[in-house]
T-cell receptor
Framework: EAGVVQSPRYKIIEKKQPVAFWCNPI?????LYWYLQNLGQGPELLIR????????DSQLPKDRFSAERLKGVDSTLKIQPAELGDSAVYLC???????????FGSGTQLSVL | AQKITQTQPGMFVQEKEAVTLDCTYD???????LFWYKQPSSGEMIFLIY??????QNATEGRYSLNFQKARKSANLVISASQLGDSAMYFC?????????????FGTGTRLTVIP
């Protein structure tokens, strides 16, 4: 069974440029999460989806971040425009339901120059 | 508010020895779950073990066991017979049923190094 797939694995951009991250969750997992992990820190939740509905986006900086999960499967996280402080690892995770354990992808490491 | 504290930035253990990674938490939720994840250098977070707040016995998964002391609000991870492949970051996490329901909150992690 395939795990959570994220792409790209690495991304280097200049500040003020847009960037997008893609996530394909485990088949059948209705709940999808995007986490931000700064260097030396634990992951912090950005947004949680139940199917195609964003049920918790309270930590998503909505002035520059956006996310979507069309058809309740794949998800895209976008930053526009990127700032130097956005340099971090962006992790996607999925679970069968909100009460189940999370399975994580390998993350996208973003470097903003 | 929920809070997870891991006070050990780094730990060293000799191969084949046991090691305990500390985790304390704070929550006002009556029911909650505690998790441990492993993050090797590849970056992927790997689920290790889960403990529910109403579980009567401490959770065990192979070489991993969770020393759950509810009154002290601690959920320490014990790794027995350490292997070189255990070298990684370890994160304690909590999920409540009221505060931030169904969201997983992580500690800052402990870097474990297994010495041959």
């Amino acid at each position: 069974e395939a795990g959570v797939v994220q792409s790209p694995r690495y991304k280097i951009i200049e500040k003020k440029q847009p960037v997008a991250f893609w996530c394909n969750p485990i088949s059948g997992h209705n709940t999808l999460y995007w986490y931000l992990q700064n260097l030396g820190q634990g992951p912090e939740l950005l947004i949680r989806y139940e199917n195609e509905e964003a049920v918790d986006d309270s930590q998503l900086p909505k002035d520059r971040f956006s996310a979507e999960r069309l058809k309740g499967v794949d998800s895209t996280l976008k930053i526009q425009p990127a700032e130097l402080g956005d340099s971090a690892v962006y992790l996607c995770a999925s679970s069968l339901s909100p009460n189940e354990k999370l399975f994580f992808g390998s993350g996208t490491q973003l470097s903003v120059l | 508010a929920q809070k997870i504290t891991q006070t050990q930035p780094g730990m060293f253990v000799q191969e084949k020895e046991a090691v305990t990674l500390d985790c304390t938490y704070d929550t006002s939720d009556p029911s909650y779950g505690l998790f441990w994840y492993k993050q090797p250098s590849s970056g992927e977070m790997i689920f290790l073990i889960y403990q529910g707040s109403y579980d009567q016995q401490n959770a065990t998964e192979g070489r991993y066991s969770l020393n759950f002391q509810k009154a002290r609000k601690s959920a320490n991870l014990v790794i027995s017979a350490s292997q070189l492949g255990d070298s990684a970051m370890y994160f304690c996490a909590m999920r409540g049923t009221l505060t931030g329901a169904n969201n997983l909150f992580f500690g800052t992690g402990t870097r474990l190094t297994v010495i041959p």
